[in-house]
């Protein structure tokens, strides 16, 4: 792979918008990805294995748990420290900030949020150091955008809980210490349970032939009579509001993180354009391309304003979940395009593994998918500004 010079966009001075913190915390997001993430993950990428070596290092960034206070091993940082972290990491692979989101907004955050002071100081210091690593288990074989249908469940069994059921497509199920499961109990309400790998009954087995998120570990979670035991149970939050509490939070995160898979494409389309010669020229000087660059840069200069208008929302409490629907949806589907126009300014030599853009765009498939399909995030703002549900 060529050698990482990525230098971050930043057409409408939005830097002059945050903190000395803001940006001491990206910068250092910035420079491990240079140094520990672009130079290898191609290599991963092409062998379709998560680099596990990068742990301790996204663990060092404050990247697992950034806003979980700091007596839990948290970075304690607020919410626009958190989308540049993710902005950051999504700008080397979408799959590395996966493994960052999963660990942060869906498991240390719903044992932060719903969870007792036992089980916060059990799991949440040693989710942050990376210690554990954490899957979250939502989507089911037939209940993907409809987690309300989901069939695996529990039973109390007096002094323990038994599960049944199986999860799947689940970012970090292969190598999980631990799993927050979304699961019934016998009179239909939902629940958080938290399952250690070592409970029998409980098995992993990997997702392949994956053409996204080749660099991250997908599986599934499957429980055969699992005895938990009581105290694994999320006690503070029930029924689905409480899986998608998290997912607001996931979403959030993506909203920037899309915004780092794009800068990139576009810092690599906008390099090789200029150094590009044909026709005696380089084809940074023809119109077609400058419309595609120009084009690229108003969405991201968008985008960008989109998080953080979003950031702020987020740290007075105040961002609604559609609110949250519609940063996921635009800012990935922006991410998208600017991947598929940059893959083409690089004509035969963006299909190659020489450049990020292929990458990137493969990734942003499952990007557009997971968290909420493209789709039914539209249904949310359609929702929400009608008042009428579409989903059903
Ligand atoms: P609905 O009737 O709308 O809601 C059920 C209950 O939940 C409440 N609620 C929320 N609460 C907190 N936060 C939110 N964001 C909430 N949204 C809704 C709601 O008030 C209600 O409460 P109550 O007390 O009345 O029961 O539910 P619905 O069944 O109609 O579904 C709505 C819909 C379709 C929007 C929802 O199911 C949905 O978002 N579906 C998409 C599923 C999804 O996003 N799955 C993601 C799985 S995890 C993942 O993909 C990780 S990828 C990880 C990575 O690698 O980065
Ligand atoms: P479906 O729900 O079957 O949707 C298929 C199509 O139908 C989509 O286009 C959808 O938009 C459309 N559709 C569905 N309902 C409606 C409707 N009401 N109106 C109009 N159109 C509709 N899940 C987890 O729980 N944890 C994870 O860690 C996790 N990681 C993932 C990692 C990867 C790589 C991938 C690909 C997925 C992951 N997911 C995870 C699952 C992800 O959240 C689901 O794939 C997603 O929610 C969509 O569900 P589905 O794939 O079953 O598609």
Known sequence: MKPDVFEAPDYY??????????????????????????PIIETYAQKAEF????????AEIGAFGPYIPEKY??????????????????????G????????????????????NEAQRQKYLPKLASGEFMGAFGLTEPDHGSNPGGMTTNFKDMG?????????LWISNAPFCDIAVVWAKNEEGRIHGLIVERYMEGFSTPETHNKWSLRASSTGELIFQD??????????????????????????????????????????????YAKERIQFGKPIAGFQLQQKKLAEMITEITKAQLLALRLGQLKNENKASTAQISMAKRNNVEMALKIAREARQILGGMGITGEYSIMRHMMNLESVV??????????LITGLDITGLNAFK
Not at 13 to 36: F, G, P, T
Not at 96 to 115: D, E, F, H, N
Not at 231 to 256: H, M, T, V
């Open 13 to 38: 001075n939005l830097d002059d918008l945050l903190s000395e913190e803001h940006k001491l915390v990206r910068e250092a997001a910035r420079d491990w990805v240079k140094r520990d993430v672009t």
């Open 51 to 58: 680099p596990k070596q990068i742990l301790s290092g996204l």
């Open 73 to 94: 091993g948290g970075a304690g940082l607020d919410q626009i420290a958190y989308g540049l972290i993710m902005q950051e990491i999504e700008r080397g692979d979408s």
């Open 96 to 115: 590395v900030r996966s493994t960052a989101s999963v660990q942060s907004s869906l498991v240390m955050y719903p044992i932060w949020k719903y969870g």
């Open 159 to 167: 002094d323990h809980f038994l599960l049944n059921g199986a999860k």
């Open 226 to 271: 699992v005895k938990v035991p009581k105290e694994n149970i999320l006690p503070n939050k029930s029924g689905l509001g409480a899986p998608l509490g998290c997912l607001d939070s996931a979403r959030y995160g993506i909203a920037w993180g899309a915004i780092g898979a794009a800068m990139d494409c576009y810092d690599t389309a906008l390099r």
């Open 369 to 378: 998918t997971y968290e909420g399909t493209h789709d039914i995030h539209l």
